[in-house]
């Protein structure tokens, strides 16, 4: 038997040894690493595919998380012949046949010996090794920042990242050529845990409906197709089969499966930015600077708030650096495919971006050969054949196993269509779009915020459309056609009403920003040709991200006295919303005994903490200080509630300002306010961070 395999036979048995025997600290991370690498790993040496190191090790990330979560779906098709099939011994067993499986179509291939591309000699490792300081760092400053409310780690962390950036400018290509993936990976990995460390609980919005249905998974042993408390989201994957396969082998409490371990495979996204950029602009610099663009985005930072949408980008940003790749056409469709459907089963809306893409596609690269639009000397795979297939998979999936998605995505476009009578309002458009064009803006960060961001979309589209007439050497005509297709998009979440107010606009655009990112570096090279101006384009690309991160990592707000971080603000209107304290969920679960059938009445974010307390579907009223009407049952105060008498009416829309020398919040009021209604209630539950009240 060859040498290699045995030591992939051996790993697996050490894995197996630290799962079975739960070593502390091995059992929490090599079965992470292994499983989320290997299976991958084996399958790109199956096919036989030549790549580098670091494309292999992206792409054995991808083709991993396909299998553990096909290989779980299987698994979950064993029951009830199997009582319980998400459970620790099945999922493990069913692990080692997929490795043994595949470690027998690896010791078949002539060319699968283990090879490595990796010369230190190359340049300068250090400023790589040194960002590994920025995660562990981040997490001694969140535990300090949890347990203490002590921010100043977190806040260097913040502040070194730019001075690091610029350390790397300098550098240029004296350093290692992997000194610029292991910087974006190791940012990335920061900001997103930073943003996912606070509390004990899950940090976001819909993170808590999700962590619900993963949470039921968990406990029933086996996913349930329907009838769940949010069956859209019960029908992505990523949030069901996905983490419960991770927390049996791993054995960490629940949370931290979303709240830690996502953000190593969310931190992949950049990597793969890398390569598509690195192939567009052909300079690794600027790539770099593209890829940091993705980064420093609203939506990515704190994209472990709603986790299905990590894991299908990952897959949609891995199915773009496919297509962008000199792999064989078949290798290369297959791969597309492999995402594609990956996709499907992660994300709804992930993947009905994705399919409008794919769609369009070749209708647009066929007007491209027509009327010569630039000049694309490549054409990567792309075909109706593909756009036929994705749609199947939508259909198969979304519409006839699960079915709610679909209804829901029928809905918006009926909504949008009715709301075509509401053109010129304003509250049928996202506040984000709003601020876009100047609506909504507030204060000076607010202010600096809208500028920088658009200029950055300004900077997108003078390279879009750099690219569309003059051309770019070696960029193909679907990459050209993706863009004229985006662009399309975004105008459409700033026309036309209600789109945006269904589905966020900064969430498509990260996702956009997958492939758009290298036109950030092309558009700055063409206002400086529009300009006449000689002058090098580093330092003003350099200005604009760093202004950019100060915006999204909301430094200008907290210098400039507005709490609004809630990773390292102990205040504000941000932390009030979604840090959970234990004595919140101790209440939930309390109510959960004694008034699991009765309604609970509570405000626009108490629902978060009650799903945390509830193993069944709680009846909630979240209108209650907004309507000031009370359904028969209980009122639940939360910890903001009680401690620092503030209610929140609705989400907030705006930014935090000073008016007249006063911070306010918007849609957030005194609880004094409500004196009128509260009044007339007993207090029969009060653990000091919840107050339970109940008719007299």
């Not at 709301?419 to 000076?444: C, H, K, P, T, Y």
């Not at 036309?496 to 570096?521: C, D, H, N």
């Not at 620092?644 to 935090?656: I, Q």
């Amino acid at each position: 038997m060859r040498k290699d395999v045995i030591y992939f036979i051996l790993l697996l048995l050490i894995t197996d040894i630290a799962v079975l025997m739960n070593i502390p600290l091995l059992r929490q991370s090599l079965p992470f690493i292994f499983f989320s690498l290997v299976p991958g790993y084996l399958l790109i040496r199956v096919m036989g595919l030549k790549l580098e190191l670091l494309e292999k090790s992206l792409l054995s990330v991808g083709l991993s998380l396909f299998l553990l979560i096909f290989t779980g779906l299987l698994l979950n098709m064993t029951y009830p012949l199997i009582p319980r099939p998400i459970s620790l011994l099945p999922v493990l067993a069913s692990l080692n046949i997929l490795i043994v499986i595949l470690l027998i179509g690896y010791r078949f291939r002539t060319d699968g010996r283990l090879t490595h591309d990796f010369d230190l000699k190359e340049g300068i490792l250090s400023p790589a090794l040194v960002s590994f300081m920025f995660p562990v760092i981040t997490v001694l400053g969140s535990y300090l920042m949890n347990t203490y409310s002590i921010n100043m780690l977190l806040l260097g962390v913040l502040l070194s990242i730019p001075l690091y950036i610029i350390f790397l400018t300098l550098l240029k290509e004296r350093s290692h050529h992997l000194t610029y993936p292991f910087a974006l990976f190791n940012i990335a990995l920061s900001l997103l845990i930073m943003n996912g460390l606070p509390s004990n609980y899950v940090i976001g919005r819909d993170i808590h409906i999700e962590y619900y249905l993963f949470r039921s998974v968990l406990m029933n042993g086996h996913w349930v197709f329907s009838g769940t408390i949010n069956d859209a989201y019960n029908a992505c994957l990523s949030v069901t089969i996905l983490p419960a396969v991770y927390r049996f082998i791993l054995d960490v409490p629940a949370p931290y499966i979303f709240k830690f371990y996502y953000g190593f495979l969310g931190a992949v996204m950049p990597l793969a930015v890398y390569f598509i950029s690195q192939r567009v602009l052909k300079d690794r610099n600027m790539a770099f600077y593209a890829s940091l663009l993705f980064i420093f985005q609203f939506s990515f930072i704190y994209i472990l708030g709603w986790c299905r949408q990590v894991i299908a980008l990952i897959f949609f940003s891995l199915a773009m650096m496919v297509l962008t790749s000199d792999l064989k056409r078949s290798y290369k469709k297959l791969l597309f495919i492999i995402f594609m459907i990956s996709t499907v089963f992660s994300h709804y809306t992930t993947a009905y971006v994705f399919a409008i893409l794919t769609f369009m596609i070749p209708p647009v690269v066929w007007v491209l050969k027509r009327f010569s639009f630039g000049k694309p000397k490549r054409s990567y795979f792309f075909g109706a054949s593909v756009a036929v297939l994705f749609f199947v998979v939508i259909f198969a999936w979304h519409a006839q196993a699960t079915g709610a998605s679909f209804k829901d995505t029928v809905t918006f476009f009926e909504r949008t269509i009715s709301s075509m009578g509401n053109f010129f309002s304003e509250d049928m458009r996202n506040n984000s779009e709003l601020s876009v064009v100047g609506i909504g803006i507030a204060q000076i960060p607010n202010l600096l915020s809208t500028v920088i961001h658009d200029l950055i979309f300004l900077l997108i589209g003078i390279g879009a459309l750099s690219l569309i007439f003059k051309g770019r050497d070696d960029v193909s005509q679907e990459y050209t056609a993706a863009v004229m297709i985006s662009l399309g998009l975004f105008a459409s979440f700033i026309i036309l009403p209600f789109v945006s107010k269904g589905y966020g606009g900064t969430r498509l655009f990260t996702q956009m920003l997958v492939f758009l990112a290298p036109l950030f570096i092309i558009g700055v090279e063409s206002l400086r040709d529009i300009l006449r101006r000689k002058v090098p384009d580093t330092p003003l690309i350099l200005v604009l991200l760093l202004i950019l991160f100060s915006s999204v990592t909301y430094l200008n707000y907290h210098f400039a006295g507005i709490p609004y971080s809630y990773a390292y603000d102990s205040g504000g209107e941000r932390r009030y919303e979604t840090f959970i304290y234990d004595s919140e969920v101790t209440g939930a679960k309390w109510l959960s005994v004694h008034g699991a059938n009765k309604t609970i009445n509570t405000d626009a974010f108490g629902s978060s903490r009650i799903l945390k307390g509830f193993y069944t579907n709680p009846k909630l009223n979240i209108e209650y200080f907004k309507n000031k009407r009370t359904e028969n049952g209980y009122v639940y105060l939360r910890w903001t509630n009680v401690n620092k008498g503030l209610v929140f009416l609705d989400p907030p829309l705006a930014a935090p300002r000073f008016i007249k020398g006063k911070l306010k919040m918007d849609n957030v009021e005194r609880i004094d306010e409500y004196r009128n209604i509260l009044s007339y209630k007993n207090r029969i539950y009060d653990n000091g961070g919840v107050l339970i009240l109940r008719d007299i």
